[in-house]
């Protein structure tokens, strides 16, 4: 298995621009997860997905940021309009996931965004 | 919010000497994990300990739990310089609703001097 793949590994875009982030799990993990990493704040749980279902997206700063898992192999991170505050390290992870103390994480190798 | 705080913020070593990292958590868990993190990498899965267990071992790395003290120490014996990265815990918690959630720490950063 290639692992949690995440596409583009680098985005560099100005204010205001659209910004979408790819991940595609593990073949068989059932569960999906968006971090973001700051230097700041650490690593964020934004959202995740069971079962391609988002269970959870407290961590969704603001309406700006949507997430979507059409199927079970792909995901997106989608955001609009982006800001230079939104400037991270966005990593997907997934899970086989199943409840307690399932939770063991395969991380993608992340997308690193900057906004000017 | 972060549930887990590493301890220290940053440790520089020896090659062969032994680190030891602590991670404090505030609410009751369900397991607690160790990942470490190359730079400009994702984070691999290191250990799982369940709530169950005081101590657990793999390889060169032994993990202890104290849920009393909400506390687990990570030791990873005889460094090598490809240790260097850093290492985050994680407290895996029921978030309601028949979820669960994993959250990191701020990780301590390992430096290994050859």
């Known amino acids: 298995d290639a692992g949690v793949i995440q596409s583009p590994r680098h985005e560099v875009t100005e204010m205001g621009q659209e910004v979408t982030l790819r991940c595609k799990p593990i073949s068989g993990h059932n569960s999906l997860f968006w971090y973001r990493q700051t230097m700041m704040r650490g690593l964020e749980l934004l959202i995740y997905f069971n079962n391609n279902v988002p269970i959870d997206d407290s961590g969704m700063p603001e309406d700006r940021f949507s997430a979507k898992m059409p199927n079970a192999s792909f995901s997106t991170l989608k955001i609009q309009p982006s800001e230079p505050r939104d400037s991270a390290v966005y990593f997907c992870?997934?899970?086989?996931?199943?409840?307690?103390?399932?939770?063991?994480?395969?991380f993608g190798a992340g997308s690193r965004l900057t906004v000017l | 919010s972060q549930q887990g705080e590493e301890d220290p913020q940053a440790l520089s070593i020896q090659e062969g000497e032994n680190a030891t990292m602590n991670c404090s958590y505030k609410t009751s868990i369900n397991n607690l994990q160790w990942y470490r993190q190359n730079s400009g990498r994702g984070l691999v899965h290191l250990i799982l300990?369940?709530?169950?267990?005081r101590e657990k071992h793999s390889g060169r790395l032994r993990v202890t739990l104290d849920t009393s003290k909400k506390s687990s120490s990570l030791l990873i014996t005889a460094s090598r310089a490809a240790d260097t990265a850093s290492y985050f815990c994680?407290?895996?918690?029921?978030?309601?609703?028949?979820?669960?959630?994993?959250?990191f720490g701020k990780g301590t950063k390992l430096s290994v001097i050859p």
């Open positions: 992870a997934s899970s086989l996931g199943g409840g307690f103390g399932a939770n063991v994480l395969t």
């Open positions: 300990i369940r709530s169950n267990e």
């Open positions: 994680a407290t895996d918690t029921y978030s309601g609703a028949g979820s669960y959630q994993l959250t």
